[in-house]
Structure formats: structure tokens, C-alpha cells
């Protein structure tokens, strides 16, 4: 639907610079400001809880409490209190976050990979029972967490696997809906004559889609992994059912613990708070460094 | 079965072709999907039909101290999840969330999604991030932050003095609202992403005929972005049946948050009992909810959307 075939730019994509509204009815000047106020009301809503989460980090334990909380206070100390977090108990943080970083750039990279072939084979090959397949999958969407990470940890618990990297690992690597988004964009983004081209010069079935339809599918290998990338990072139950160990935690996991212990220990608080901002980080500068390639993916996934 | 060979494939005899290999591109095939289905199957299906065969076990012991077995007890477990207060109540609970969270969720980010596909405002990718922003935030550590910002020592709003957004009246709304927070951007990227596929070239008979941009957007742009809204829909009614995480936090804050407060926690606090064969009754009751509702949904809509 986008990707390759969007011809007519559209040009509400360009920030600042609109369409002239040359031909449009006269746009008055109150639906402008009632539109534009709704969005700076909108605006404030969604960033002043992390604004206050940024201005809390730079705070003391004492001035944490004893000043506003939206606006900073002296000593700022951000980067002290990131370095005294980085540092707290044998760097158990930096521990954690390597941990969700390994889990959800290895999960999420091995299970776009895994779901985009699954998809394109859906979309550019008829078989007998593709649709049942197909079906089966979808179904997969459905399923709730605890559902599965329940007999997951009996299964587990039976191979030695409860407790390890593996037990968080191995079923992140599954994402139905990654099958689906990759199923709609290869039937509407890789052309049929190309692969067929591709096959009178000789390629195989695999390099064809690893030289030809990888490349014409980006945007949605994009969205696939981001998304995916996101579901790992935000888990939590599964983690909470398979780990006790706390050096093998995620971030969510990790900070859920600190979090519950902060009335018996109190100097956990700013810990918290100074971890959390240091949690979202690394998602906002993916959104925002990938958000060309998303977007158009998201719409292919939206439209159908 | 065939059809696979109706294929422009060239001038092969066709016979001979079809008897030695009626799928085309079999090893490709199954080399495609392969990974994906062992993986799905190992940690998707089979877990389902173990938590399917669990719940139809019970155990037993002998004596309050005797060694405990496992027997088939049928529908037994089944029983106890019909007569089961808790878990209803907590089902009353997210389908009462449901009702009033997610159409004021969806409202708003359809209406933020037509604004930022109008010609009215200006600083339209500024705002999209923006509200795009905390989809960013796990849900856990949303809780975590917003639950500060609920409590009166570190909250920088001073109606957290007079309003206990913790207590067991308000809980339920200020978990709606982390929710919210969350997830509006998320779905209003979705519905964005499908208006900005619709071609100009619509809006200029109506343009012509003297629309305005509301009546654009009411009678032309909502109507062919449905598809993409009972999308999100679906994904909410998934998301709010299977609530866990953010109630779960805010359980390490509050007591007005019990251990049985969504469905999911009903089969979590069951499993830690232990008891397995009634939580995977539990969780198997759960996911045909999920599934009757999802599809109800999607019927009901269809019709409506393109009868």
C-alpha cells in the first residue's frame, strides 16, 4: 500500500511546512487556535511526567523532597547520581541493562528475521494449507502472556532451564504479529515480475529473498524490530515468573524490586527515579533515530 | 492443490512436472518457515495445549501431610473457576476499565491524529513525537513514575494533598490514566498512518462542494480509516483483559490494589500458591474470553463498517 508505490507526496510529513491551502475554504483563525491550544494542552500532558522524571534526577535525597518538583534545585546532580546508580551494589544497574539490552536486540533481531521469512513464504508461495498456517499464527496474537508463561515454566523447570538466560530468551524470539505486517508488506511491496526475473538469471529461492526482498521490505523489517525490540524491553512477566536470580533481571524486573523495597530502605527512591530515566533513554533515541523507516511500515500494518 | 503450477513457470510439460513435484519451491518453502513455526510451535502451541491438559488435573493428598498425587479431576478445576468470586469480580473490574478507558483513549488519539492530518495547525511532527513520546515508557516504569508523582511527598501537584488518587476509589481510574499515557500515542500513529495513505486527490471534490475540514474529516477521512480504528480496538481489548503489570506495581504502593485485582493477577497469586492446575484453568478461561470478545468485536464491526 506505501512504501514503493506512494507516488503523491503528501506533504503534511514536512513539520512546519503545510500544504497552501490555497483552494480550501477559509480555515478561520478560532479553529486554528482551538485546535493548535488542544495540542499544546495534549503536549503538556505527555511530557510533564517525564520532565519531572528528568528534573528529579538531578536532585538530592534532601532537595528531592523539599523543593518543587518541576523545576531543578541546587546541587544538580544528574551526572553524580547517574555515576552513584551506575556504581550501587557492584554495578547490578549497568548489569541489568546490559541484560535488556542482550535480550531485546538479539530477541527482536533474530525474530524479525525469523517472522519476515515466515511472512514473505505466506505471501509468495501457494501451498496447500497456507491459509491454516497463516491463521494459526494470527491466533498466536491472542494468547495472553500469563497463559503462556505459566506452562513455560514447567516446561522449563523440567530441562533445567528456570532461571537462566535462556529462559527469557528463547520464547521472545516469536512474534505472530511480526509474521502478519510482514505477510501484508511482501504481498504489497515486493513485485512478482522481479522474483521471476531473478529466477531466469539463475538466483536461488533464498538469495532472491535475501538480495531482492529484504531490501524492498526495510521499512517493514524496521517496524518489525522496533516493535518486537519493544515488547522485549517491557517485559516483565515472564522474567518475574523464570528469574530469581538478580543479576540475570531486565531493567523493568530489576527496578519493579527496588522499587517494592523503597519503605524498608528509603535511599532506593532516587535510585529509581534516576534508573527509570536512564531505562527510557535508549527506546526514545531508537524511535526517533529510525522513525523514517517506521512510520512507513506502521502505515502498511494500519491501512489493511 | 495445484494451483501452485498455474504459475507462468515456462515451458516445462506440465504433467511430468506436476507428478514429480506438485508444490513449487517446496524446500524454499519449508526453509522459510521453518524457524518460525519449530520456534512457534515449542513456545506457543505446545505451551497452550500443556496449560489445556493441566487444567483438567487436580491433586490429591492423602491425609493432611501425605505425599501429594496428581489425578484427572475432569471439569473440577473448570467448577472452581465458574463459582469463583474473585476471579469474576476481577473480570467485572477490567471490562468496567474497558468500557470507560479505552473509548475516551481512542477518542483522543483519533482526534489528534485528524488535527495532525489537517491543514489547521502548524509543528505537526513536533507534536506527533510528543504525543508519541511515552509509548517509549515500559508500563512498569510508568507506574513506578506516575505513582510518585500520585503521592503527596515528591508529587509536584498539590491536589495530591487533598485527593488519595491510591485510595480504592480512585485506584482503578489512576491506573486508566498510566494507561492512557502510555498507549494513546501508540494507537494515534496507527490511525495517523492510515489517513496519510488516503490519496489527496479525494478531498478535492469536496473541497469544491465547499467542505469544511470537520465535515472532511467526519464524512470522508473517518470512514475509510476505520479499519485501522477496530484495529486498536482489538489491541485494547486484548491489552485491558490481560491488564498485569501496571496494578501489580501500584500493589507495592497501595493496599487498595488486592492480589486478585485483574484476572491476570488471579492466575499469577494462584500459581505462587502453587496450584497449576487451577491456574492454567484460569489462564485457558481467560484466553477463550479474549478470543470470544475479540471476535464478537470484529463481526459486529464488520457489518456495520461494510454493510
Given amino acids: ?304 | 492443490m495445484t494451483t501452485a503450477t498455474t504459475a507462468p513457470a515456462g515451458e516445462v510439460p506440465r504433467v511430468v512436472a506436476r507428478k514429480r513435484d506438485p508444490i513449487k519451491h517446496k524446500g524454499a518453502i519449508i526453509g522459510f518457515l521453518a524457524p518460525f513455526v519449530v520456534l512457534f510451535t515449542l513456545f506457543y502451541a505446545i505451551p497452550v495445549l500443556y496449560a489445556l491438559y493441566q487444567s483438567f488435573f487436580k491433586t490429591e493428598r492423602k491425609g493432611t501431610f501425605g505425599a501429594a498425587t496428581t489425578v484427572f479431576g475432569g471439569f473440577e478445576q473448570y467448577q472452581r473457576v465458574f463459582s469463583s468470586s474473585e476471579f469474576w469480580t476481577s473480570i467485572g473490574r477490567v471490562l468496567l476499565l474497558f468500557i470507560v478507558q479505552v473509548p475516551i483513549m481512542l477518542g483522543l488519539a483519533l482526534l489528534f491524529a485528524l488535527l495532525l492530518d489537517s491543514t489547521v495547525v502548524r509543528g505537526k511532527k513536533f507534536f506527533r513525537l510528543v504525543i508519541f513520546a511515552p509509548y517509549a515508557v515500559p508500563g512498569v516504569i510508568a507506574a513506578i513514575m506516575w505513582g510518585f508523582l500520585y503521592v503527596p511527598s515528591l508529587s509536584p501537584f498539590s491536589i495530591t494533598e487533598n485527593v488519595d488518587f491510591l485510595g480504592s476509589g480512585l485506584v482503578l481510574w489512576s491506573i486508566a490514566n498510566v494507561i492512557t499515557w502510555v498507549f494513546c500515542g501508540y494507537n494515534m500513529l496507527i490511525i495517523f498512518s492510515a489517513l496519510q495513505a488516503i490519496p489527496q486527490e479525494i478531498y478535492e471534490a469536496a473541497r469544491t462542494d465547499g467542505a469544511g475540514q470537520v465535515r472532511i474529516a467526519w464524512s470522508i477521512k473517518i470512514p475509510i480509516v476505520l479499519p485501522a480504528i477496530i484495529l486498536t480496538f482489538v489491541f485494547s481489548i486484548i491489552g485491558t483483559l490481560q491488564l498485569f503489570n501496571e496494578p501489580q506495581v501500584f500493589r507495592t504502593i497501595t493496599s487498595s490494589v488486592s492480589s486478585t485485582y485483574t484476572p491476570n493477577m488471579v492466575v499469577y497469586s494462584t500459581s505462587i500458591v502453587p496450584n497449576y492446575n487451577l491456574s492454567a484453568a484460569y489462564s485457558v478461561v481467560l484466553a477463550l474470553s479474549t478470543f470470544v470478545l475479540s471476535f464478537i468485536f470484529l463481526k459486529v464491526t464488520q457489518k456495520r463498517a461494510f454493510a
Avoid at chain 1, 505466506?122 to 494459526?136: C, M, P, Q, T
Fill in chain 1, 1 to 304: 500500500m506505501s512504501g514503493p508505490t506512494t507516488t503523491v507526496p503528501t506533504g503534511t510529513d514536512t513539520g512546519g511546512v503545510d500544504l497552501p491551502p490555497s483552494q480550501g475554504p477559509r480555515e478561520n483563525r478560532l479553529s486554528v487556535l482551538l485546535a493548535t491550544g488542544g495540542l499544546v494542552v495534549a503536549a503538556v500532558y505527555f511530557l510533564v511526567p517525564i520532565w519531572w522524571l528528568v528534573v528529579a534526577s538531578s536532585k538530592s535525597q534532601a532537595t528531592l523532597v523539599s523543593t518543587g518538583g518541576l523545576w531543578f534545585a541546587s546541587p544538580f546532580q544528574l551526572f553524580s547520581n547517574v555515576a552513584d546508580l551506575f556504581a550501587f551494589r557492584d554495578s547490578l544497574y549497568l548489569r541489568w541493562l546490559a541484560n535488556s539490552i542482550g535480550y531485546a536486540v538479539l530477541g527482536a533481531g533474530f525474530g524479525t528475521l525469523f517472522a519476515v521469512m515466515a511472512g514473505y513464504a505466506l505471501a509468495k508461495y501457494v501451498f496447500r494449507g497456507r491459509e491454516v498456517v497463516f491463521n494459526l499464527i494470527l491466533g498466536g496474537v491472542l494468547v495472553p502472556a500469563t497463559a503462556l508463561a505459566l506452562p513455560l515454566f514447567l516446561m522449563f523447570s523440567q530441562v533445567g532451564l528456570v532461571d537462566t538466560y535462556w529462559a527469557v530468551f528463547l520464547p521472545s524470539l516469536v512474534s505472530p504479529f511480526g509474521v502478519y505486517l510482514a505477510r501484508i508488506y511482501a504481498a504489497a511491496s515486493v513485485p512478482e515480475p522481479l522474483l521471476e526475473a531473478a529466477r531466469l538469471d539463475g538466483a536461488s529461492e533464498f538469495r532472491a529473498f535475501f538480495v531482492i526482498a529484504m531490501r524492498l521490505m526495510k521499512p517493514a523489517l524496521v517496524t518489525i524490530f522496533l516493535f518486537q525490540f519493544v515488547v522485549i524491553w517491557n517485559n516483565f512477566f515472564l522474567p518475574l515468573v523464570m528469574l530469581s536470580n538478580e543479576r540475570l533481571f531486565p531493567i523493568t524486573l530489576g527496578l519493579y524490586t527496588w522499587n517494592s523495597s523503597i519503605n524498608q530502605a528509603p535511599e532506593l527512591r532516587l535510585f529509581v527515579i534516576v534508573g527509570s530515566l536512564v531505562s527510557i533513554l535508549p527506546l526514545l533515541i531508537a524511535f526517533l533515530g529510525l522513525q523514517r523507516f517506521w512510520q512507513s511500515g506502521l502505515s502498511a500494518g494500519g491501512v489493511k
